[in-house]
């Protein structure tokens, strides 16, 4: 079975640009949540998806955005990038969003870098 | 709100000796919680998590962690270190009750492993 899957891999954007991030969740899995891993830090959580609603958001600014889709496949926008948003970005999916189906799973990032 | 601490920054033992990283965690309640390992350029790999019920857990890779209510600690051991193993671990803690699937994790401990 493919594992979570994020596109693209590797991204270098300029300060002030709009930048989408793509993320596939393991196939049955319907929840979908998105970490930021500044280089030396553990990842820090900004939203979580389920079943296409918002269940959770972190503590970013409006600047972020997400959604999720009826295929459960999921989009990360980050608008007005600041070069402080130069990062690993992660997707994690989950069958559910409680219970013993709680552990979720890491796709391999996208590194966004911001000049 | 929740919190992880991971003490030990980096660690450095030989190939063959045995291995604990620690860490402690502030939550209200019996929290979820999770041992997570990231390989350069990697995303992350789950190891192994406690829910419920016996305190000391079994992962992959030959690596277990005990959970101790009365430290708030979830420490992670392995009797025999291999050159493989050198990487970075992350201790997370998740809600057991309501908040979605949000994992909080520490700040990492870099393994380094002399051969």
């Known amino acids: 079975d493919a594992g979570v899957t994020q596109s693209p891999t590797h991204l270098i954007k300029t300060r002030g640009q709009q930048v989408t991030l793509r993320c596939s969740p393991i196939s049955g899995h319907k929840s979908v949540s998105w970490y930021q891993q500044v280089l030396g830090q553990g990842p820090q959580f900004i939203f979580q998806y389920y079943e296409k609603e918002e269940r959770g ?6 600047r972020f955005s997400a959604r999720q889709f009826p295929n459960y496949s ?7 990038l600041l070069l402080g948003d130069s990062a690993l970005y992660l997707c994690a999916s989950s069958l559910t969003e409680g219970g013993s189906t709680y552990e979720q799973y890491f796709g391999p990032g996208t590194r966004l870098t911001v000049t | 709100a929740q919190s992880v601490t991971q003490p030990d920054i980096h660690i450095t033992v030989s190939e063959g000796a045995s291995l604990e990283l620690r860490c402690n965690y502030s939550y209200g309640a019996t929290p979820y919680l999770f041992w997570y390992v990231q390989s350069p350029g990697q995303g992350l790999q789950l190891l192994l998590k ?28 392995k009797p025999s270190v291999h050159w493989s193993d050198a990487a970075e671990y992350f201790c997370a803690v998740g809600p057991s009750k309501g908040g979605g699937n949000k994992l909080t994790f520490g700040t990492g401990t870099q393994l380094k492993v002399e051969l």
Do not use: C, M, W
Request: proline fraction near 2%.
């Open chain 1, 74 to 80: 999921s989009e990360l926008n980050v608008n007005a």
């Open chain 2, 50 to 77: 406690y829910f419920s019920g016996d305190t000391l857990v079994q992962g992959i890779k030959g690596f277990e962690a005990e959970f101790k209510r009365s430290q708030s600690s979830f420490n992670l051991r």
């Open chain 1, 57 to 62: 958001r972190g503590n970013f600014p409006d």
